[in-house]
């Protein structure tokens, strides 16, 4: 795999491509430097013009991050906590259920009636208006009773010879895949006023853990169900057949075998969801008030309560900045050639 | 091969139910309040006006200034992301010196905070401390209005999603550039096929399928694009940076008119699935001929 696409090119011309890698590197690199370099600035080396060198420019200084240790500038050290809990225990969900269900879709055969599925969303519309406006239940009851039972008899219609076409496993995972195009606003209003109106009924969902850490995994688990998909279909199945002519029950296999063979792409996806769940912001903004509150809030805050104070700003957005700066190492690690190769495929 | 037991059930059953709760829930939620006239503040009991928010809203010239803003951003981001990516992942994947020191700062960006880069991004595009208005001022370009002026405003939230989004393009070229056969070229190089005609005639229409997928995903994320103008300019000056989502947000979160902001969310919804729709179907042709 040597020299694709530039082998015709003279010395001089690749050493112009390696200027322009460079230059792009540098574009890339020049932001985090920069953020780096002013959190430990004091206030005199900021108001003064851009200074760019430690100890040459200005005298670096901690006192930024001991202010936001000590919480002058928010409860920083809360909040991180808070990030760290939701992040993992949202990704950890969301790669355990979402590569169960990638398995399935890869090894089961899956057959789902369209005519079921509309029916379910039918049935689930209809039973909400039914429950909500002619018998007066408040809005989340009657949507917790239409879901089940809409969800019933879709399972029972899935069983009846419907006409119409019969969705297989593509077809699944491509409804799963398909609820990233969503745009998240949507989904985020709605599930606003939904968990307050069942905190009303007295189960507090709004700033509680609970409640983000589910609409975390929802998110997320279309991502997850896409490439662990596709790390499950690169392993071999002889291995599995092996196991099955042994009679192994399906789960043995999956906990055994399956799980500790693809642990690389389970890795890789957890860290993938980690990543997204520790950045998110819309959801974060309307579910979350003080005690859940994530780090993106928090640092958005920042802005606006402290005009020009680029120290304090600096050391918010590194906190929130530096471990994904960490993962990005372990990732790159991982990221041997193939490995995000099935994905785009 | 294909297996059949009941197992089956267990493990795809977790990962649906709650996909399903979660988007279903907030669908017919929302869908049903479009059709209401509700407001939480002032309190006024529901009303029901069917499709009267959503004509209310198709007159709006803010949600047309939205659409078109979000479109802006998402095109222009979104081509810039794929030249550079993908004349990056040319240049990594020929081996370029340096190309190991390159790869991890490359991909640092896109997992970082959306909202931290854009409290970054001010700082840099500050007009009178900031590091780029000395490096301006050294032509003679100083304190411009970057993040003041709509037009400037619009090209440093574009910057920005361009700084932060090419790695991704990078990664996935790269990755796609790995898999093309080596013996194409052989045979090309045999030829005297010049690089340029062997990136046109092989590369270029080899990587169309994962270049569609690839500006599919960025298009369709790029229009959810809020939080990076959120901190920038926070929709400012006036509505010049507004986008659908922040215009949404603004709507809901701030003036509480549910059945207003449903309507929005939905048209939203419509938007995206008809420029997802017409995306695919033009790339469709082009997709199914290289096969």
Redesign the interface.
């Known amino acids: 795999m040597s020299g694709q696409g530039l082998t015709g090119l003279s010395p001089w011309s690749r050493r112009l491509v390696a200027l322009g890698v460079l230059a792009w590197c540098l574009i890339t690199v020049f932001p985090l430097y920069w953020v780096v370099v002013t959190a430990f600035k004091t206030p005199p080396g900021v108001v003064g013009g851009p200074t760019y060198i430690p100890f040459v420019d200005f005298t670096p200084t901690l006192q930024p991050f001991i202010d936001l240790y000590q919480g002058i500038r928010g409860e920083f050290f809360h909040t991180f906590l808070n990030s760290t809990i939701v992040g993992l225990s949202a990704a950890a969900i969301a790669t355990t259920i979402g590569a169960m269900a990638a398995y399935a879709l890869v090894r089961f055969e899956f057959k789902v009636r369209l005519g079921a599925g509309l029916m379910f969303f039918l049935l689930a519309l209809g039973g909400y208006l039914l429950f909500n406006a002619t018998l007066g239940l408040t809005r989340p009851q009657a949507l917790l009773l239409a879901f089940p039972i809409a969800l019933i008899a879709a399972i029972v219609a899935n069983r009846l010879p419907l006409p119409g076409p019969i969705l297989g496993n593509e077809d699944i995972l491509f409804w799963f895949v398909s609820q990233r195009m969503f745009p998240p606003i949507v989904t985020a209003f709605a599930l606003y006023l939904l968990y307050s109106e069942i905190g009303r009924l007295g189960f507090q969902l709004i700033d509680s853990f609970v409640g983000l850490t589910l609409c975390y995994v929802a998110f997320s688990l279309p991502i997850v169900v896409w490439l662990m998909r596709d790390f499950f279909e690169a392993i071999p199945i002889e291995v599995e057949e092996a196991a099955m002519v042994d009679n192994v029950p399906s789960w043995r296999i999956f906990i055994g075998i399956v799980v500790p063979m693809s642990m690389n792409g389970l890795l890789a996806t957890f860290m993938i969801t980690l990543a997204f769940v520790w950045n998110e912001f819309l959801f974060a903004l309307f579910l979350t008030n003080s005690r859940w509150q994530t780090l993106p809030i928090l640092v958005a805050g920042q802005n606006s309560q402290r005009g020009d104070e680029w120290w304090a700003i600096s050391a918010a957005a590194l906190v929130a900045i530096v471990p994904m700066m960490i993962m990005a190492g372990l990732l790159s690690r991982m990221m041997r050639s193939g490995l995000l190769l099935g994905a785009i495929k | ?5 009941p ?2 059930h ?3 059953w ?3 139910l ?16 479009s059709f209401l006239s509700y407001r939480l503040i002032p309190p006024i009991p529901p009303r029901v006006v069917w499709l009267g928010n959503y004509v209310t809203l198709l007159q709006e010239p803010r949600f047309w200034n939205a659409l078109f803003t979000t479109t802006l951003i998402a095109l222009i981001a979104v081509g810039l992301q794929y030249a ?1 990516g993908f ?2 992942a ?10 190991r020191l ?8 896109m ?14 595009f ?1 007009p009178t ?3 780029l ?2 490096f301006l001022a050294k032509f003679g370009l100083a304190n411009l209005p970057f993040l003041t002026n709509g037009h400037w405003a619009l090209a440093c939230i574009i910057a920005v999603e361009v ?1 932060q989004w ?2 991704f393009i990078i ?2 070229m790269l ?6 056969p ?1 013996d194409v ?1 052989e045979a090309a ?1 045999l030829e005297n ?4 005609q ?2 046109w005639g092989i ?1 270029f229409p080899m990587m169309l399928p ?1 270049s569609a ?2 500006v599919f995903i960025r298009l ?1 994320e790029s ?2 694009i ?2 990076t103008v ?2 920038m300019t926070g929709g400012g000056p006036g509505v010049d940076t507004e986008t ?2 922040l215009f ?2 603004q709507e ?2 701030k003036k509480f008119n ?1 059945g207003y ?2 309507a929005l ?2 048209l ?2 419509i938007a ?2 008809i420029i ?1 729709v017409t995306y695919l179907a033009l790339l469709r042709p082009h997709l199914e001929k290289r096969r």
């Open positions: 091969m294909m297996r059949n037991d197992i089956k267990v493990f795809i977790p990962a649906v709650v996909v399903l709760a979660i988007s279903i829930f907030p669908l017919i939620y929302s869908l049903t309040t550079i004349g990056v040319l240049a990594l994947n020929a081996r370029v010196p340096g190309e390159f790869r991890v700062a490359l991909l640092l960006p997992l970082l905070a959306p909202v931290a880069v854009a409290l970054v991004a001010r700082m840099i500050n401390m900031g590091p208005n000395q700084w090419t790695p990664l996935m990755a796609g550039l790995q898999t093309l080596e070229y190089e096929a010049s690089a340029w062997q990136f590369t994962i997928a690839v369709i229009y959810k809020m939080d959120f901190v659908l989502t949404a947000y809901g979160f549910l902001t449903s969310s939905f939203f919804l995206i699935t997802g």
